[in-house]
């Protein structure tokens, strides 16, 4: 074991309410959903037809890469990493050209499923008889390390370089590896974070597992209800947050400005046993992983300011909910405030827990929990268990120290992250 | 189609795939597509496939293992089309 400490001194991200972090910053602390109705899905006679879809132009990433790199490349969840991470390479105040091999600095960045819309493109030609015509960039595209393979190309890093695959727990997930691998001394730096885009192909399998909203077709801003009542369903959403992560002495030898300190985390399975099933975590799982993340810090439970929860804005919140009271052993107005970021951006599945942790530094950096939107009618057990007081539906002004963020996958697996302001 | 015209048709398929346009202007016979124009060697199938598309002929892999100048290239594709007419 080691003492070494891991520090954040970069942010990046692109979400559907922002795709820079000063936009995302107003946006988080205005309430500002980035929810928006989509004819396409009405088309394609789906339940669910509204997204969160980030507001990206494709031209912008020739600032980003060359433009012989540029040409022929389609998978938007790898534009959208290559974004969020360069742009967390670069708020570190690193530049974006190097010419040497970077042996101490890695990346672990995480996706769920390679952009469908360039396999298809690729299952059609070879179906057609045409697969000479599909040429040197499908596979670069289609593969699941696409997205490190790129960012780590530009940035010549030469220390470990892992895609990671956790679903919906992979962003904190990818967080998670890169702290533990500075934390044992492996690394000085590690670019982290994850990407997604949910086209309509994945849209389509969650849709017709009943699990999206479908009762605010015609009110997209109210259609994500992470804890309330009236929640149907979560909202798909799409995007990419990325860090930079650096060992303490590291970043401070340099003058880096400091976001905070992952103190933190743990990533786990309840192994489908005990209620955990491929799609439902088991409570004992998630109450382990949290408790390990609260060991792994060397804090208190009672030292939680703000947990920023999964919260998908289904039945399980309640549950998720109570997972949380007993993981924390606190409960009513001794709960910490909580809030969900899927209220404002849906689900990116992947990219929903480094979106969320962008979210979680910011708020420690600036000392609010951002508001809860449509959260007019809390589920009865939550408001119960833990009161209104902890859920707030406006900007919350206060000092925020420590923060937990968890997310929890399919699969039953789970990440649990521990942040802190630096002292 | 003569040897000139192939030139300048092959400098349209070529610009995608280098950062250095001005060098694709003034491109010889003698222009190695690795070496100066500094292409990135997987990209020379995509070159193969544009020029299928751009001058409607087919390159067999044992003449596409020739196309690494300039030279070859429009020797390959001036013996296609050729055959076509």
């Given at each position: 074991?080691?003492?070494?400490?891991v520090v954040?001194?970069?942010?990046?991200v692109?979400?559907?309410?922002?795709n820079?972090?000063?936009?995302?910053?107003?946006?988080?602390?205005?309430?500002?959903?980035?929810?928006?109705?989509?004819?396409?899905y009405?088309d394609?006679?789906?339940?669910?037809?509204?997204?969160?879809?980030?507001e990206?132009e494709?031209?912008?990433?020739?600032n980003?890469?060359?433009?012989?790199?540029?040409?022929g490349?389609?998978?938007?969840?790898?534009a959208?990493?290559i974004k969020?991470?360069?742009?967390?390479?670069?708020?570190?105040g690193?530049?974006?050209?190097?010419?040497?091999?970077?042996?101490?600095?890695?990346?672990?960045?995480?996706?769920?499923?390679?952009?469908?819309?360039v396999?298809?493109?690729?299952?059609?030609?070879?179906?057609a008889?045409?697969?000479?015509?599909l040429?040197?960039r499908v596979?670069?595209?289609?593969m699941?390390?696409?997205?490190?393979?790129y960012?780590?190309?530009?940035?010549?890093?030469?220390?470990?370089?892992?895609?990671n695959?956790a679903?919906?727990?992979?962003?904190?997930?990818?967080?998670?590896?890169?702290?533990?691998?500075i934390?044992?001394?492996?690394?000085?730096?590690?670019?982290v974070?994850?990407?997604e885009?949910?086209?309509?192909?994945?849209?389509g399998g969650?849709d017709?597992?009943?699990?999206l909203?479908?009762?605010?077709?015609?009110q997209?801003?109210?259609?994500s209800?992470?804890?309330?009542?009236?929640a149907?369903?979560?909202?798909?959403?799409s995007?990419?947050?990325?860090?930079?992560?650096e060992?303490?002495?590291y970043?401070l030898?340099?003058?880096?400005?400091?976001?905070?300190?992952?103190l933190?985390?743990?990533?786990n399975?309840?192994?489908?046993?005990?209620?955990?099933?491929?799609?439902?975590?088991?409570?004992?799982?998630v109450i382990?992983c949290?408790r390990?993340?609260?060991?792994?810090?060397?804090i208190?439970a009672?030292?939680?300011?703000?947990?920023?929860?999964h919260?998908?804005?289904?039945?399980?919140?309640?549950w998720?909910?109570?997972?949380?009271?007993?993981?924390?052993?606190r409960?009513?107005?001794?709960f910490?405030?909580?809030?969900?970021?899927?209220?404002?951006?849906?689900?990116?599945?992947?990219?929903?827990?480094?979106?969320?942790?962008?979210?979680?530094?910011?708020?420690l950096?600036?000392?609010?929990?951002?508001?809860?939107?449509?959260?007019?009618d809390p589920?009865?057990?939550?408001?119960?268990?833990?009161?209104?007081?902890?859920?707030p539906?406006?900007?919350v002004?206060?000092?925020?120290?420590?923060?937990?963020?968890?997310?929890?996958?399919?699969?039953?697996?789970?990440?649990?992250?521990?942040?802190?302001?630096?002292? | 189609?003569?040897?000139?015209?192939i030139?300048?048709?092959?400098?349209?398929?070529?610009t995608?795939?280098?950062?250095?346009?001005?060098m694709?202007?003034g491109?010889?016979?003698e222009?190695d597509?690795?070496?100066?124009?500094?292409?990135?060697?997987?990209?020379?199938?995509?070159?193969i496939?544009?020029?299928?598309?751009?001058?409607?002929?087919?390159?067999?892999?044992?003449?596409?293992?020739k196309?690494?100048?300039?030279?070859?290239?429009i020797?390959?594709?001036?013996?296609k089309?050729?055959?076509?007419a």
């Open positions: 074991m080691s003492d070494r400490r954040i001194t970069g942010l990046g692109v979400a559907p309410n922002g820079n972090i000063p936009d995302f910053l107003q946006a988080i602390q205005n309430g500002v959903s980035g929810i928006k109705h989509y004819p396409e009405e394609l006679k789906f339940n669910c037809q509204v997204g969160g879809f980030p990206f494709w031209e912008d990433l020739r980003y890469i060359s433009e012989t790199s540029l040409y490349l389609k998978g938007k969840g790898i959208f990493g969020a991470a360069l742009d967390a390479w670069t708020d570190a690193n530049e974006i050209v190097s010419e040497q091999v970077l042996l101490d600095t890695g990346c672990v960045f995480g996706s769920s499923v390679a952009d469908t819309d396999i298809k493109n690729a299952i059609y030609r070879v179906d008889h045409e697969s000479k015509k040429g040197s596979v670069e595209q289609i699941n390390s696409g997205v490190t393979a960012i780590s190309g530009r940035l010549g890093l030469g220390n470990k370089v892992i895609n695959s679903a919906c727990a992979t962003g904190t997930q990818s967080i998670i590896m890169g702290y533990e691998y934390k044992y001394g492996m690394a000085k730096r590690m670019l974070g994850s990407c885009f949910v086209d309509r192909y994945v849209f969650f017709s597992m009943r699990v909203s479908r009762k605010y077709n015609d997209a801003e109210r259609a209800r992470p804890m309330s009542a009236s149907g369903g979560f909202v798909p959403g995007g990419a947050g990325a860090l930079m992560l060992e303490m002495e970043a030898a340099r003058g880096a400005k400091i976001y905070g300190e992952v933190g985390g743990s990533t399975s309840g192994g489908q046993r005990n209620g955990g099933t491929m799609t439902a975590p088991s409570s004992e799982g382990r949290i390990e993340a609260i060991t792994d810090s060397g208190s009672d030292d939680i300011d703000l947990v920023c929860g919260l998908t804005a289904t039945m399980a919140d309640k998720e909910i109570q997972n949380w009271i007993q993981a924390l052993g409960s009513g107005d001794n910490p405030l909580v809030n969900s970021l899927k209220s404002m951006v849906g689900h990116s599945l992947s990219a929903a827990g480094s979106i969320e942790t962008v979210a979680a530094v910011l708020q950096k600036y000392n609010f929990a951002h508001p809860n939107l449509n959260l007019e589920m009865p057990e939550i408001l119960d268990a833990i009161g209104a007081n902890n859920l539906v406006t900007k002004n206060t000092q925020i120290d420590v923060i937990a963020k968890a997310n929890f996958g399919f699969g039953d697996v789970n990440a649990c992250l521990i942040l802190s302001k630096f002292n | 189609m003569d040897r000139k015209e030139l300048n048709e092959l400098k349209k398929v070529l995608p795939y280098t950062e250095d346009k001005a694709v202007d491109i010889t016979e222009t597509l690795i070496k100066d124009l500094k292409i990135n060697s997987a990209n020379l199938v995509d070159i496939i544009d020029a299928e598309a751009q001058y409607d002929i087919e390159i067999d892999f044992d003449a596409a293992e196309m690494y100048n300039v030279g070859n290239c020797d390959v594709i001036a013996e089309l050729n055959k076509h």
